[in-house]
Every structure is written in structure tokens, then in C-alpha cells.
């Protein structure tokens, strides 16, 4: 069946670092991607998507690559700031169910 | 435009107290999602909604849970008898299903406390 992997938290940075968590997925046919955000207290927001092969999400200074020849879309951001720390989700979307499949989330806390 | 909206957002309540949790998909959406969050399982898939018929339940962890959606505008999980391990956050999505993928769009959530 379909699942997502995510690397474990959680991720400790100081501000500025660069930072990648790594998200690889099984899938039949050609997912959309997802990377979505938990800030503490709130609820998950969509933080960048890919819906094909070598596309590229991006938003509030964070990228990731839908690479299919590795079933992977590692989320990558040059330089953290205190404020990115929260829990990142990469899921995927199969269409025939029409739902979300979610990885376990990675913590990321960034110290100044 | 108004999100995902959610209520209460805290309850508290005692062991075999009934629980009702409240959810309004943002207008236009035809799918609705419950999942619900702990430290130890992460968050989990309960139930979801096509035009407001239950696809696929298989989430719901016991038949204490029960989950209706009887209008596009509106939903409730509920919790009978509820239990101290039902303790997590419970959150509402929805989404509007279409070619290329489905943003979710989630609640604040309801943080459920049971004694």
C-alpha cells in the first residue's frame, strides 16, 4: 500500500543552519506531493506541494524536489529562523482514494 | 473567508461521559476529514467524508466513536463512553476533491481531556 517516511526528530538547529528532513514514499503511479506545517497550538497548513515528476515546491523560503527515481521529496531550506520551529509532515496524494497519506512528522526546534 | 472551524476547542470532561465534537468545512468543500493527534500514535486518519457520505471508517478505533455528517456545512465525531486513552486532539479538515492533488485545510482542533 501506499505510506510515507520521514526522517526522526527531532531536528536541533541553530538559527541560520541549513536544514534537509527527508521524506521517501511508496506509491503506485505518479502521487502528488506534500510538505505541511504544525506550528504548536494549530492546526496543519500546507506548506508546498509537487504534483509530478522533478517538479519543485516552494514557499517562505523552503523548497523540495519531487524526485520519482528516487521516491523521494526531501525538504531543504538554506538558513532556519527561531520562528520555523514546529512539526513538518510530507504526505502524499493517490487520487483514487482521495486522501492524504501522512509520514509521522518531524520536530524541528531552531535556538538562537 | 472563514477557515475550518471547529468547537469547543477545549473539553474536559470525565470517564463515561458522552463527548461531541463539532466541525463546519469551509463552504464549498465537498470532503471532510476527522483525524486525531497523541504524542504516542501521531496523528491518525478516523474518518473522511464525500459529498457528506462516510467513505471509509476504518480509522475509528472502537464503536464508542461514532462520526455523522449530515448536511455539506456541518459534522460531529462523537465519543460514547468516553475513556481517559481518548484523550488527543481531534482535528477537522476538509478539502475540495480534484485532479493534482487535495490541500487540506485544517481546524484549530479540539483538545479533549478525559479524567
Known amino acids: 500500500g501506499n505510506s510515507v517516511t520521514q526522517m526522526e526528530g527531532p531536528v536541533t538547529l541553530s538559527e541560520e543552519a541549513f536544514l534537509t528532513i527527508n521524506c521517501t514514499y511508496t506509491?503506485?503511479?505518479?502521487?502528488?506531493l506534500f510538505w505541511y506545517v504544525q506550528y504548536p497550538g494549530e492546526g496543519l497548513q500546507l506548506l508546498l506541494k509537487a504534483t509530478k515528476a522533478d517538479d519543485k515546491g516552494s514557499n517562505k523560503g523552503f523548497e523540495a524536489t519531487y524526485r520519482k527515481e528516487t521516491t523521494s521529496f526531501h525538504l531543504e531550506k538554506g538558513s532556519v529562523q527561531v520562528s520555523d520551529s514546529a512539526v513538518y509532515f510530507c504526505?502524499?496524494?493517490?487520487?483514487?482514494?482521495?486522501?492524504?497519506?501522512f509520514g509521522a512528522g518531524t520536530r524541528l526546534a531552531v535556538h538562537p | 473567508d472563514a477557515g475550518v472551524i471547529q468547537s469547543p476547542r477545549h473539553e474536559v470532561t470525565e470517564m463515561g461521559q458522552e463527548v461531541t465534537l463539532r466541525c463546519k468545512p469551509i463552504s464549498g468543500h465537498n470532503s471532510l476529514f476527522w483525524y486525531r493527534q497523541t504524542m504516542m500514535r501521531g496523528l491518525e486518519l478516523l474518518i473522511y467524508f464525500n459529498n457528506n457520505v462516510p467513505i471509509d471508517d476504518s480509522g475509528m478505533p472502537e464503536d464508542r466513536f461514532s462520526a455523522k455528517m449530515p448536511n455539506a456545512s456541518f459534522s460531529t465525531l462523537k465519543i460514547q463512553p468516553s475513556e481517559p486513552r481518548d484523550s488527543a486532539v481531534y482535528f477537522c479538515a476538509s478539502s475540495l476533491r480534484r485532479e493534482g492533488g487535495n490541500e487540506q485545510f485544517f481546524g484549530p482542533g479540539t483538545r479533549l481531556t478525559v479524567l
Open positions: 506509491a503506485t503511479g505518479y502521487p502528488s
Open positions: 504526505a502524499l496524494f493517490s487520487g483514487g482514494y482521495n486522501k492524504l497519506i
